[in-house]
């Protein structure tokens, strides 16, 4: 007997009979012995539009209300699926976010989960129910229900494994399992079986939105196995063959385990085309200077990612570009704006058709060259390079937009990581 945290996607939940197909495999899992408590997320396209009324609602809308909008439609599915389980005959019943009550801090919309109290947890979970607990949401210490950010269930799901130390958190969602890079964007990406904690969390910052970076971050400080699989397949067949997060000594020890198997130069390549570029001209080429771009930006909470300070203008001035979510791109030019007289910049510049572009590997670690490789076959197809950020393990290019796709396939065949045809 395991104690087993399963969590379903949006694409899981959309539909009753995507619904009972869950409960199909919850109950299999159930009926294996297991302890299980499931986290559930909206139905697909759900939480876009809720989020389309708060912002019809008021475009400045409170994010406490916010919050109080989104957090609905995994409170919806969460009873669906409590009531389809036990349609099933299975025990099982909703715990919403303040029930148990999960508790957040930090800000409405990007909350962050500070504890679980699990003791109605466990006991619904020894007496054999299954706890149903709404993804995505916990309660401020105001009372007020929160939000963890877009994608958020996944944290949901680590946070509660952790919680009740489970045996593994199963993600289910509508891949099966983690690829070189999206595979509906490249057919041939190839499924890996096992990818380390770093190498996922390095893909999912820089855009492989299949896990949130929270819960890779959170399941690598708490060591909770974390799996991903489908919940489209079967639901009662026994193993359904996803990938396994791993720390790196187990990745090492599967590898001299299985003499077949090598340690990969490149794990994947990811895409974000939430980024917008902005460049600022003729900034005064003086200490200090870039302190007070970036200064009022830090302030107001706005992620600045990748940063280039063009040298060789004539009478010491330079231009700086960098990128910040397009979320916040308004934001950030009206704050750039106001402060024009003390940075003392000429023009501002903006570009919100771009898109990073990343190819993550621990294994570059060792290796030189890697960038060159990308740089080549991006050249050879013509896409332009608009900003350069390296890592020990990645390398990200700032790109058009409109050339996402094919610089995502490019480099897969640049490095070699596309699947043998018909594999
Ligand atoms: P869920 O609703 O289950 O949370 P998401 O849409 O958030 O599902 O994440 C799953 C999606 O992530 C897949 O449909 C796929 O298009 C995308 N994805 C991006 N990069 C990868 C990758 N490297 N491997 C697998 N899926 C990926
Ligand atoms: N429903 C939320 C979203 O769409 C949370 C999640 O699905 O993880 O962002
Ligand atoms: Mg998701």
Request: proline share 3%; aromatic share 4%; with cysteine.
């Amino acid at each position: 007997m395991a104690r087993i945290v399963m969590k379903f996607g949006g694409t899981s939940m959309a539909g009753m009979e995507r619904i009972r197909n869950v409960a199909a495999r919850i109950k299999h899992v159930v009926g294996q012995g297991n302890e299980v408590a499931v986290v559930v997320s909206a139905m697909a396209g759900e939480t876009d539009r809720l989020v389309g009324f708060a912002k019809e609602a008021s475009p400045l809308y409170d994010p406490a209300e916010y919050d109080a909008v989104v957090a609905s439609g995994e409170q919806v599915t969460s009873g669906l699926l409590a009531m389809t389980l036990k349609a099933m005959g299975v025990d099982a019943r909703s715990w919403l976010g303040w029930q148990l009550p999960i508790r957040t801090v930090g800000a409405h919309n990007k909350a962050r989960i500070s504890t679980i109290d699990t003791t109605e947890l466990l006991k619904a979970m020894s007496a054999g129910q299954v706890a149903v607990i709404p993804g995505f949401q916990g309660v401020m210490d105001t009372g007020r229900i929160s939000t963890l950010g877009r994608g958020g269930s996944d944290t949901s799901a680590v946070a509660v494994a952790a919680a009740v130390k489970a045996d593994r958190c199963d993600i289910y969602t509508d891949v099966n399992g983690v690829y070189t890079t999206d595979p509906r964007i490249v057919r041939r990406a190839r499924k890996l079986s096992m990818v380390t904690y770093e190498e996922m969390l390095e893909l999912a910052s820089v855009g492989s939105k299949v896990l949130q970076t929270r819960s890779v971050e959170l399941a690598m400080k708490e060591k909770v196995r974390v799996q991903v699989l489908s919940s489209l397949d079967d639901p009662t067949q026994e193993e359904l063959p996803g990938t396994l997060i791993v720390s790196d000594e187990e990745m090492e020890a599967q590898i001299a385990k299985d003499s077949g198997m090598e340690r990969q130069l490149i794990t994947g390549i990811a895409a974000d085309k939430n980024e917008a570029k902005i460049t600022i001209t003729r900034v005064p080429d003086r200490p200090g200077a870039v302190a007070s771009i970036f200064g009022p930006l830090a302030e107001a909470s706005i992620n600045v990612d990748m940063i280039i300070q063009n040298v060789g203008r004539d009478k010491g001035e330079t231009d700086v570009t960098f990128t910040v979510p397009g979320a916040d791109l308004a934001r950030s030019l009206d704050i750039l704006e106001k402060q024009k007289e003390s940075i003392g910049f000429n023009r501002l510049i903006n570009d919100p058709k771009v898109a990073k572009v990343s190819v993550v590997g621990v294994g570059m670690k060792s290796h030189a060259g890697v960038a060159a490789t990308m740089f080549k076959a991006l050249a050879d197809r013509g896409i332009n390079v608009m900003a350069v950020a390296t890592s020990e393990i990645k390398v990200s290019v700032l790109i058009d937009e409109d050339e996402t796709e094919l610089a995502v396939r490019v480099l897969h065949s640049a490095y070699a990581l596309d699947a043998a045809e018909g594999a």
